[in-house]
């Protein structure tokens, strides 16, 4: 077996717990099922390209993406707990190279986050079938987002991982970082109709991007703002990519 | 046939020199011990050897391997125990184990045999369900060794790998480590446990600020430094004066512990016992206990180490 291949199989038993798999199903539910429908006498329809979708779809389907990002948050875990508890060093000494080490963070991250994409997908599709358009070109967009999403996010928790050894600093910082992430982004609501400075902010933020192409693929939307927001999505997952990448060469036994 | 050489060795840390020039040579199928006080730089040179860091000047070959080119095709080949624990801390033992021969590219059912024999060889069958977590430190440590064996390999480093054992579960450690050997295994040990070293390591190398001071089998350690013998000598009431009444006798070292232990190094220990005897009775000062001490690795080891000081 190839030495990737076999950390990834060690990262997923690792990481992938029974408490970790309900939080990743049980939390969208309640967002979906209870924030979706509660709202629903709040905002009746959410405008979406040609479409009007309701809301319970337009959130279910932004809670793709932040499904994502939520278990992306494993391969910081993952650095960090293998720094904290000596076992980086310890891989680190056997048949494998850094390259090796990384690589398999990504793999593991990419895995988690379609599994999670998928399983959002699955639960809600219940609720956002009726709006659904799925094409030969939408679906692998949607595998695209979800990848290139868990790349980008991987890569931040991994950049944070490599900063901090505290495991206080790490929740604060991975908590605050990600509540910036959820909520000012367009995963719960709608860009059109909010304030000027807060629509700025939600472009700044990477979620947005995963969500509204998450989004374009589902409903069948994919306009020439969707491609330049994938080509956006695509590069800053790369340039975070290299950084944590780099981060991690240099980290010191 | 050597299977660690290292010529000249060098590793800093900014204008610190962790290990500073050091040659070295361990034979195949042999126990290796490395001893240092703290912050000697036992744990810089077995990253060294281990190919965790590269030297900054020096070459080393490992295992008939070049380790500043090739220095993953000797992680294949070697088992590493560091001295700070590594565990993950969701995995049970057994998951562990079986996780970490996974790792090592053994097969399952390989994997489900060794990880039997090493649950009772190292005495974790009672604590195989529990999760690294919930285990004590010693508990631990033994896990992290065991774990080790999961896999193939031609030499071990073993770093401090008693700390946290008790007296019985690191006999037990030793003895398996022995037996080991005997099937050709080579171990690279480090240790601040002496009498370990003593019953396990077949050479022995003294490291202090970074530089090797000696290297040699325990036996002839104790011929060559063990000349010199120690007697202690316990008075019934504090006597302070003593060091200065004992000054007098020639070629000795006293020290006065705590005011009633006197303790004599001298390479001349009968002639100088006499010597004191008649001091202590002339001064009418009364002694409780006399002992002289036998030769043992902890007196070469402190030895060297005060020798390298006062030569620095």
């Given amino acids: ?253 | 046939m050597s299977c660690i050489e290292g010529k000249n060795l060098s590793k800093s840390y900014g204008s610190m020199k962790a290990v500073d020039d050091i040659v070295l040579s361990v034979k195949s199928g042999q126990v290796f011990g490395f001893l240092g006080p703290n912050g000697a730089g036992k744990s810089t040179t077995i990253k060294l050897l281990t190919t965790l860091v590269s030297p900054s000047e020096g070459s080393l070959t490992i295992l008939g391997i070049d380790a500043i080119k090739h220095p993953l095709a000797i992680r294949h080949k070697i088992g590493v125990v560091l001295q700070q624990p590594s565990y993950e801390p969701t995995l049970t033992v057994e998951k562990s184990l079986e996780k970490y021969g996974m790792m090592w590219n053994v097969s399952k059912n390989e994997c489900k045999k060794r990880m039997e024999v090493l649950l009772r060889d190292f005495d974790l069958i009672d604590i195989r369900k529990k999760r690294n977590e919930d285990l004590s430190i010693g508990q631990r440590r033994r896990v992290q060794v065991a774990r080790e064996f999961m896999h193939d390999m031609e030499l071990l480093f073993l770093d401090e790998p008693t700390v946290g054992l008790d007296p019985s579960a690191r006999r037990k450690l030793l003895d398996f480590l022995k037996n080991k050997v005997k099937t050709g295994l080579t171990i690279f040990y480090t240790t601040h446990n002496l009498s370990e070293a003593e019953y396990l390591c077949d050479e022995i190398a003294i490291i202090d600020k970074g530089r090797i001071l000696t290297v040699d089998s325990p036996d002839a350690l104790k011929k060559r430094f063990g000349k010199e013998k120690t007697i202690k000598i316990h008075l019934l009431e504090k006597q302070p004066i003593v060091v200065s009444l004992l000054s007098r006798i020639p070629e000795c070292v006293v020290d006065l512990d705590n005011g009633t232990t006197i303790t004599i190094h001298s390479e001349q220990s009968e002639l100088v016992l006499l010597q004191v005897l008649k001091i202590l009775s002339e001064n009418k000062i009364e002694i409780e206990d006399l002992s002289a001490v036998p030769t043992n690795l902890e007196e070469i080891f402190l030895k060297v180490v005060r020798d390298n000081a006062s030569n620095n």
């Avoid at chain 1, 599994?115 to 609720?127: D, F, K, N, R």
């Avoid at chain 1, 605050?176 to 367009?186: K, N, Y």
């Avoid at chain 1, 059109?192 to 998450?214: M, Q, R």
């Fill in chain 1, 1 to 253: 077996m190839h030495p990737i291949i076999r950390l990834v199989n060690r990262n997923l038993t690792i990481s992938i717990n029974p408490g970790f798999l309900i939080w990743q199903v049980i939390f969208p539910l309640i967002y979906i099922f209870v924030a979706g429908f509660a709202y629903t006498s709040l905002i009746q329809q959410v405008p979406f390209g040609s479409k009007s979708l309701d809301y319970p779809s337009f959130l279910a389907s932004g809670m793709i993406g932040f499904n994502i990002m939520n278990s992306t948050l494993v391969s910081g875990i993952i650095i960090w707990n293998d720094r904290r508890h000596g076992m980086f060093e310890q891989i680190m000494s056997g048949p494998f190279t850094r390259a090796h080490y990384i690589l398999s963070n990504i793999a593991t991250i990419g895995i988690v986050g379609l599994v999670s994409a998928s399983l959002i997908a699955l639960v809600g599709y219940p609720v956002f079938f009726e709006s659904v358009d799925f094409t030969f070109i939408t679906i692998p967009v949607i595998v695209f987002a979800a990848i290139a999403g868990s790349v980008l996010f991987g890569s931040i928790a991994s950049i944070i991982s490599t900063r901090l050894r505290s495991s206080e600093g790490f929740n604060v910082i991975i908590n605050t970082v990600f509540l910036f992430f959820a909520f000012v982004s367009t995963a719960f609501y709608p860009a059109e109709g909010a304030p000027e400075p807060l629509k700025t902010f939600f472009y700044l933020n990477p979620l947005t991007y995963l969500v509204d192409i998450i989004r374009a693929g589902i409903f069948g939307n994919i306009t020439e703002f969707v491609i330049v927001e994938m080509i956006i999505l695509a590069s800053l997952s790369s340039v975070l990519f290299v950084v944590a990448t780099k981060l991690l060469t240099r980290l010191d036994f």
